[in-house]
């Protein structure tokens, strides 16, 4: 459990950032299972449905990730963290990448991802981009949990209260955004 914020010294980021991997390394397990799990759920809706995908990964945030994004400081006091509570605050401990061929498929994988999770979130990053006149990364972000009904299964009960992150992309854009992180 991360302890409050004392407002009376400098904060700590790299304690926190610390405290949050010992925090997430005790729950790393579940959180791989959970990604694998949504990447499961995924890849049967899809080929149920017929849409084919150029590719779908999933994985956990690796434990060095995680300790570096929760010593993030916030954008509006640089002498608080950015995540209080990194583990309830960080979205995407567990994530899935959906790769597709076309633009269309994008959209039917929203569709998809509709059906068979409950939606806590929706970004639409290339949108973003278009409103500050700007080119470069471009994707739709999702933030999911498992619905009531498959939280009811005994195979999907441990999963209760986790969200994955599910980016869905096009190959093209996918390539950009690889050359985009790597410069």
Do not use: C
Not at 18 to 25: I, M, S, V
Not at 50 to 76: F, H, N
């Amino acid at each position: 459990m991360t302890l409050p914020i004392d407002t009376t010294q400098a904060f700590d980021f790299a304690k926190h950032g610390q405290t949050a991997r010992d925090e997430y390394q005790r729950e790393r397990d579940r959180y791989e299972a959970f990604a694998e799990t949504v990447k499961g759920i995924i890849v049967q809706a899809l080929n149920a449905d017929s849409i084919k995908t150029a590719s779908i990964e999933g994985r956990a945030k690796s434990l060095d990730s995680l300790a570096t994004k929760a010593a993030t400081p916030s954008d509006d006091h640089e002498d608080k963290p950015k995540y209080e509570r990194p583990l309830e605050q960080i979205t995407d401990l567990a994530g899935v990448r959906v790769i597709t061929f076309f633009p269309d498929t994008v959209s039917d994988v929203g569709d998809v991802l509709q059906k068979q999770f409950d939606i806590r979130e929706r970004v639409d990053k290339g949108a973003l981009l278009v409103e500050e006149e700007r080119f470069g990364y471009q994707s739709l972000h999702y933030v999911v949990e498992l619905t009531a009904s498959r939280l009811e299964l005994p195979e999907y009960a441990r999963f209760k209260g986790l969200r994955a992150e599910v980016q869905v992309r096009t190959i093209l854009q996918h390539a950009w955004a690889e050359i985009e992180h790597d410069i």
